[in-house]
């Protein structure tokens, strides 16, 4: 079984840049689907960004297209989103997830979709 554990989170000023990382255990990463989902206080989990294993059929929410990049990096079994200039509404709790397999008429921006999750990195924007 993949396990995921997220970094990168922390404090930043509105229009400041974050890189998050989501480190992989497991020997079948490459092949599972990455996506990127964030929970703000109080509010459910939503989708983020996805990324096929070989970094074609990268999704975005309308939210952060344009601001934020998808990437992974297989040989290093780690997955990444940079989040540029950043805003408050952006603040939030990060978490990755993979599932082996592709995506499918936007099937994966759906939280059940996924069946292994990180713990989450908090990202706080301030105003």
């Known amino acids: 079984q993949v396990q995921l554990v997220e970094s990168g989170g922390g404090l930043v000023q509105a229009g400041g840049s974050l890189r998050l990382s989501c480190a992989a255990s497991?020997?079948?990463?490459?092949?599972?689907?990455m996506g990127w989902f964030r929970q703000p206080p109080g509010k459910e989990r939503e989708f983020v960004a996805g990324?096929?294993?070989?970094?074609?059929?990268?999704l975005y929410a309308d939210s952060v297209k344009g601001r934020f990049t998808i990437s992974r990096d297989n040989a290093k079994n780690t997955g990444y989103l940079q989040l540029n200039n950043l805003k408050p509404e952006d603040t939030a709790v990060y978490f990755c997830?993979?599932?082996?397999?592709?995506?499918?008429?936007?099937?994966?921006?759906?939280?059940?979709?996924?069946?292994?999750w990180g713990q989450g990195t908090q990202v706080t924007v301030s105003s």
């Open positions: 997830a993979t599932r082996p397999g592709d995506c499918a008429n936007w099937g994966c921006s759906v939280v059940g979709w996924y069946r292994v």
């Open positions: 497991g020997r079948t990463f490459s092949s599972f689907f």
């Open positions: 990324i096929r294993w070989s970094g074609d059929n990268t």
